[in-house]
């Protein structure tokens, strides 16, 4: 018999030394006289990871033993980012590391920086799926996550002349979290036929086959709790040529080509993230990827119900399944599938149980970001999943035939089919009508869905289907981590480190506003914060600022709706202010950082000219002596996770200034606002639950509101508008050649003026200056701004992600916490 190997639980710094040397000496086989930084990281990874991989099989055993329900999150997109330090911090022995690191002749953030971000994701709805998981885990529910093991992550961006260049994001060369677990496949089919026909107890039943086979190999990642031994489990499916259906004959009979193409072909399935995040463009690879991640997630979950031996009636008690967005709607005809073809249930028996099973969160109401697919494309790829669809939506339109009869064109409108040439699927009203709750992630956006997109389905289902989960973050990540020092000073003053897990007892610090200690701790803490960022900037972008200069941030994906343009026209309307001063009147600005970050998807040519604006107005107001220090404008490259723990921390406002009713949550507001920076936005998104917590004073709202943008849309279509006249000035400045060639910017100017500014740029734009001017004031009175910054800190408690978590569990996926003593 096999003797028990000892776990390597190290716990003295001697300790770890002595797991990352052997790391380094036997898994990576190198001499410890030419330790680098990488082999350092690598060696504190692995010593790490061997510390994760005991608690995840003891959780894994631990769960399977208990058998409660489980929560499986169906996201296309795990924003991770970086997972040593995370995991130091949960484990516990982080100071442990960073002593015996010391001794190596290494700096703890040197090694954690030497980590690539796993950066499966495009944005907000990627990032929240990684807090989820912290959460999941830190709770001790039994989750597991489902994705994709993208070769190439989101692309890596570089400005090069001011314009927005793709790299590809290569990550995989060496990823000591991930575990191939070559024994987990799952073949799926594309393609092919259906053909009916009767089964031993004269059923009729379908089959599909005669298609492509490709397989899913799982790889899997160890998602650890914070303060908890939970370790839950991450799994990314990756495809390679099926062996039944590579045909290896093929090698011997002349056909190398061929046969190298073909499990190329199959490989491609996995190969890359699309970068799009909110056009959908129909691509039939993107199809397959949906369909090939759902398909083998399903059989997953499937077989592992399968094993405990129970009816199917108890399916929906043991599984729940979240579709984060309409990406996995594929998963309910297929579960559908499995229940009908494959394992004999009725249509109504298996419905049921997919309905329980399955919950759907909504992330947008922005139509060009609704996913639809075209019926020829799904009849050639999926075909027994096109007849699935049909005869869900043939069931469900005469139920609403009947409950509504005198409504002639609500078939037409909730046809899960839209009658357009051609045909198209309408995912969302797929997802709504498989699932029983749907829900938004704040609670203006989940009012909204309820009376635009979704508003038939209220009607037909009830109100109490559609619910809100207002989004939350992790404080781990985004304060812990992301701000050690902020996070010590808390800790001192709230008696430890417990509201880490319970972000509530924030509220204890506003007993601290008026202690001129705390307030001087506190602010030290922002300004070194800034003072980190500055050297990142100088480092970076070569340009020199002033930390105490106002630090105005805005970093998230480049879109019209959050309209980075309004910022940047702001940014050149001050600067038009500043250069008509006398020198007496330039003494009484307040100085500023203008800070631009983040993506454009590559096709997306107005994004990328507002990226090209920002650099060329940073270009020519950087060089300005007449301005100097008083107004200086940057754009960081390649907008991360990483780089967000750097640049949240240091900032002291931040945009949150999409037009109202398009961002449907936002969550970089809430991190901000718990590091102690102020929000300047809109009346949109969580913005307003935010300003709900921390109260109006705390907070810079501006601008429209969501109920008065049709009509204002409508206006400008009917009746023209008058140009703010500031913004003229702004327009005549570029036109000009101010900033360059004007040619380059015409299509942005062009958009607002000449084609109804669809997302009221010049209607909020007045109101936004004068926002902006508020803020000027309010930062001069240092102690003001202050006393702001701790009150709304103490008031965040609301915006955690575990709060989220617990929303979900009790309302939507019925599941309880497994504690990790229950038998252990
Ligand atoms: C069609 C491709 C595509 C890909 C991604 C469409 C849409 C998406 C996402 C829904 C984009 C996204 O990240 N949405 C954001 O989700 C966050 C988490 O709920 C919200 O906070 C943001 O407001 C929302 O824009």
Same mark, same amino acid.
């Given at each position: 018999a096999w003797k028990k190997h000892s776990a390597r639980e190290f716990k003295t710094k001697e300790e770890f030394e002595n797991e990352a040397v052997r790391h380094i000496e036997t898994t990576l086989a190198r001499s410890l006289f030419n330790c680098d930084e990488a082999a350092a990281y690598a060696g504190t990874a692995l010593a790490f990871r061997d510390r994760l991989v005991i608690e995840w099989n003891k959780t894994q055993q631990r769960q399977t033993f208990a058998d409660q329900k489980r929560v499986y999150?169906?996201?296309?997109?795990?924003?991770?980012?970086?997972?040593?330090?995370?995991?130091?911090?949960?484990?516990?022995?982080?100071?442990?590391?960073?002593?015996?690191?010391?001794?190596?002749?290494?700096?703890?953030?040197?090694?954690?920086?030497?980590?690539?971000?796993?950066?499966?994701?495009?944005?907000?709805?990627?990032?929240?799926?990684?807090?989820?998981?912290?959460?999941?885990?830190?709770?001790?529910?039994?989750?597991?996550?489902?994705?994709?093991?993208?070769?190439?992550?989101?692309?890596?961006?570089?400005?090069?002349?001011?314009?927005?260049?793709?790299?590809?994001?290569?990550?995989?060369?060496?990823?000591?979290?991930?575990?191939?677990r070559h024994d987990v496949t799952v073949d799926i089919n594309f393609y092919g036929s259906v053909s009916q026909y009767v089964d031993d107890d004269g059923k009729q039943r379908s089959v599909w086959d005669n298609g492509e086979i490709v397989t899913a190999v799982a790889y899997d990642a160890p998602i650890p709790g914070y303060g908890t031994t939970t370790t839950n489990n991450l799994r990314l499916w990756s495809s390679k040529a099926s062996h039944g259906e590579f045909d290896f004959t093929k090698f011997n009979s002349g056909e190398y080509e061929q046969s190298v193409a073909d499990q190329q072909r199959a490989e491609t399935i996995s190969a890359v993230l699309y970068p799009n995040d909110s056009l959908e463009r129909g691509k039939e690879l993107r199809l397959k990827q949906q369909y090939f991640w759902c398909a083998a997630s399903l059989f997953d979950i499937v077989r592992r119900f399968k094993k405990s031996k129970k009816p199917w009636k108890d399916f929906a008690n043991q599984v729940a399944i979240q579709l984060n967005d309409t990406h996995p709607t594929l998963a309910i005809p297929e579960l559908q599938r499995i229940l009908v073809d494959l394992e004999g249930l009725g249509w109504d028996e298996a419905w049921t149980i997919v309905q329980a099973t399955f919950g759907y969160t909504n992330h947008t109401v922005l139509p060009e970001a609704l996913e639809k697919w075209s019926v020829p494309l799904i009849q050639h790829l999926l075909p027994r999943h096109l007849q699935i669809i049909y005869e869900i939506n043939s069931r469900f339109l005469q139920y609403v035939e009947k409950t509504f009869p005198k409504e002639k064109d609500i078939l037409g409108r909730v046809s899960i089919i839209e009658e357009s040439q051609p045909k198209m699927v309408r995912m969302a009203y797929l997802a709504v009508i498989g699932s029983h709750k749907v829900n938004g992630v704040a609670e203006l956006h989940s009012d909204l869905i309820k009376t635009t997109i979704f508003k038939d389905f209220v009607k037909i289902y009830g109100p109490d289907k559609f619910t809100n989960v207002t989004n939350g973050i992790t404080p781990r990540r985004w304060l812990h981590q992301a701000n050690p020092k902020l996070?010590?000073?808390?800790?001192?003053?709230?008696?430890?480190?417990?509201?880490?897990?319970?972000?509530?007892?924030?509220?204890?610090?506003?007993?601290?506003?008026?202690?001129?200690?705390?307030?001087?701790?506190?602010?030290?803490?922002?300004?070194?914060?800034?003072?980190r960022l500055a050297q990142y900037i100088l480092e970076h972008n070569g340009v020199k600022v002033n930390p105490a200069a106002l630090f105005d941030v805005q970093v998230k994906r480049i879109h019209e709706y959050k309209r980075q343009?309004?910022?940047?026209?702001?940014?050149?309307?001050?600067?038009?202010?500043?250069?008509?001063?006398?020198?007496?009147?330039?003494?009484?600005?307040?100085?500023?950082?203008?800070?631009?970050?983040?993506?454009?998807?590559?096709?997306?040519?107005?994004?990328?000219?507002?990226?090209?604006?920002?650099?060329?107005?940073?270009?020519v107001i950087n060089a300005d002596k007449e301005v100097g220090d008083l107004l200086k404008v940057v754009f960081l490259e390649d907008y991360n996770v990483s780089k967000a723990e750097i640049i949240v921390p240091g900032s002291d406002i931040s945009e949150h200034i999409s037009t109202a009713g398009t961002e449907a949550s936002g969550t970089s507001n809430m991190k901000f606002v718990l590091n102690g920076g102020l929000v300047i936005g809109t009346c949109d998104g969580a913005n307003i639950e935010i300003t709900r917590e921390v109260g109006e004073e705390n907070?810079?709202?501006?601008?429209?509101?969501?109920?008065?943008?049709?009509?204002?849309?409508?206006?400008? @279509?009917?009746?023209?508008?008058?140009?703010?006249?500031?913004?003229?000035?702004?327009?005549?400045?570029?036109?000009?050649?101010?900033?360059?060639?004007?040619?380059?910017?015409?299509?942005?100017?062009?958009?607002?003026?000449? @084609?109804?500014?669809?997302?009221?740029?010049?209607?909020?734009?007045k109101s936004y200056i004068d926002t902006q001017g508020l803020i000027d004031q309010s930062y001069a009175k240092q102690e003001e701004w202050v006393t702001k910054t701790i009150l709304s800190v103490a008031r965040m408690g609301f915006f955690s992600s575990d709060r989220c978590i617990d929303e979900y569990a009790e309302m939507i996926w019925n599941i309880e916490p497994l504690k990790p003593e229950a038998n252990g």
């Amino acid at each position: 018999a096999w003797k028990k190997h000892s776990a390597r639980e190290f716990k003295t710094k001697e300790e770890f030394e002595n797991e990352a040397v052997r790391h380094i000496e036997t898994t990576l086989a190198r001499s410890l006289f030419n330790c680098d930084e990488a082999a350092a990281y690598a060696g504190t990874a692995l010593a790490f990871r061997d510390r994760l991989v005991i608690e995840w099989n003891k959780t894994q055993q631990r769960q399977t033993f208990a058998d409660q329900k489980r929560v499986y999150y169906l996201s296309l997109e795990f924003l991770m980012g970086r997972a040593l330090d995370n995991a130091m911090l949960n484990v516990g022995l982080k100071d442990v590391a960073k002593d015996g690191l010391a001794d190596l002749g290494f700096r703890m953030e040197d090694i954690i920086s030497q980590e690539r971000d796993a950066a499966l994701g495009n944005g907000g709805l990627g990032r929240l799926a990684a807090c989820f998981l912290d959460s999941l885990a830190s709770l001790n529910y039994p989750a597991w996550g489902y994705a994709l093991r993208y070769r190439y992550g989101i692309f890596k961006q570089e400005i090069v002349d001011g314009y927005q260049v793709e790299v590809p994001d290569y990550w995989l060369d060496f990823n000591p979290w991930e575990f191939p677990r070559h024994d987990v496949t799952v073949d799926i089919n594309f393609y092919g036929s259906v053909s009916q026909y009767v089964d031993d107890d004269g059923k009729q039943r379908s089959v599909w086959d005669n298609g492509e086979i490709v397989t899913a190999v799982a790889y899997d990642a160890p998602i650890p709790g914070y303060g908890t031994t939970t370790t839950n489990n991450l799994r990314l499916w990756s495809s390679k040529a099926s062996h039944g259906e590579f045909d290896f004959t093929k090698f011997n009979s002349g056909e190398y080509e061929q046969s190298v193409a073909d499990q190329q072909r199959a490989e491609t399935i996995s190969a890359v993230l699309y970068p799009n995040d909110s056009l959908e463009r129909g691509k039939e690879l993107r199809l397959k990827q949906q369909y090939f991640w759902c398909a083998a997630s399903l059989f997953d979950i499937v077989r592992r119900f399968k094993k405990s031996k129970k009816p199917w009636k108890d399916f929906a008690n043991q599984v729940a399944i979240q579709l984060n967005d309409t990406h996995p709607t594929l998963a309910i005809p297929e579960l559908q599938r499995i229940l009908v073809d494959l394992e004999g249930l009725g249509w109504d028996e298996a419905w049921t149980i997919v309905q329980a099973t399955f919950g759907y969160t909504n992330h947008t109401v922005l139509p060009e970001a609704l996913e639809k697919w075209s019926v020829p494309l799904i009849q050639h790829l999926l075909p027994r999943h096109l007849q699935i669809i049909y005869e869900i939506n043939s069931r469900f339109l005469q139920y609403v035939e009947k409950t509504f009869p005198k409504e002639k064109d609500i078939l037409g409108r909730v046809s899960i089919i839209e009658e357009s040439q051609p045909k198209m699927v309408r995912m969302a009203y797929l997802a709504v009508i498989g699932s029983h709750k749907v829900n938004g992630v704040a609670e203006l956006h989940s009012d909204l869905i309820k009376t635009t997109i979704f508003k038939d389905f209220v009607k037909i289902y009830g109100p109490d289907k559609f619910t809100n989960v207002t989004n939350g973050i992790t404080p781990r990540r985004w304060l812990h981590q992301a701000n050690p020092k902020l996070s010590e000073l808390i800790a001192s003053k709230l008696g430890g480190y417990d509201y880490l897990r319970d972000l509530t007892l924030l509220h204890k610090l506003e007993a601290f506003v008026d202690d001129k200690e705390f307030r001087k701790d506190f602010q030290a803490i922002k300004y070194a914060n800034k003072v980190r960022l500055a050297q990142y900037i100088l480092e970076h972008n070569g340009v020199k600022v002033n930390p105490a200069a106002l630090f105005d941030v805005q970093v998230k994906r480049i879109h019209e709706y959050k309209r980075q343009q309004l910022n940047i026209f702001g940014v050149i309307h001050r600067y038009l202010q500043i250069k008509a001063m006398s020198a007496e009147e330039k003494k009484k600005v307040q100085p500023r950082v203008s800070i631009f970050g983040g993506k454009a998807a590559p096709g997306y040519w107005m994004a990328k000219t507002v990226i090209h604006l920002v650099n060329q107005v940073g270009k020519v107001i950087n060089a300005d002596k007449e301005v100097g220090d008083l107004l200086k404008v940057v754009f960081l490259e390649d907008y991360n996770v990483s780089k967000a723990e750097i640049i949240v921390p240091g900032s002291d406002i931040s945009e949150h200034i999409s037009t109202a009713g398009t961002e449907a949550s936002g969550t970089s507001n809430m991190k901000f606002v718990l590091n102690g920076g102020l929000v300047i936005g809109t009346c949109d998104g969580a913005n307003i639950e935010i300003t709900r917590e921390v109260g109006e004073e705390n907070i810079f709202l501006f601008g429209n509101l969501a109920e008065d943008v049709e009509d204002l849309r409508e206006a400008h @279509h009917k009746q023209g508008f008058e140009l703010d006249p500031l913004l003229k000035r702004v327009f005549e400045t570029i036109r000009s050649g101010t900033f360059g060639d004007a040619g380059q910017f015409s299509a942005l100017v062009d958009s607002i003026v000449d @084609h109804g500014d669809y997302y009221l740029v010049s209607d909020d734009f007045k109101s936004y200056i004068d926002t902006q001017g508020l803020i000027d004031q309010s930062y001069a009175k240092q102690e003001e701004w202050v006393t702001k910054t701790i009150l709304s800190v103490a008031r965040m408690g609301f915006f955690s992600s575990d709060r989220c978590i617990d929303e979900y569990a009790e309302m939507i996926w019925n599941i309880e916490p497994l504690k990790p003593e229950a038998n252990g």
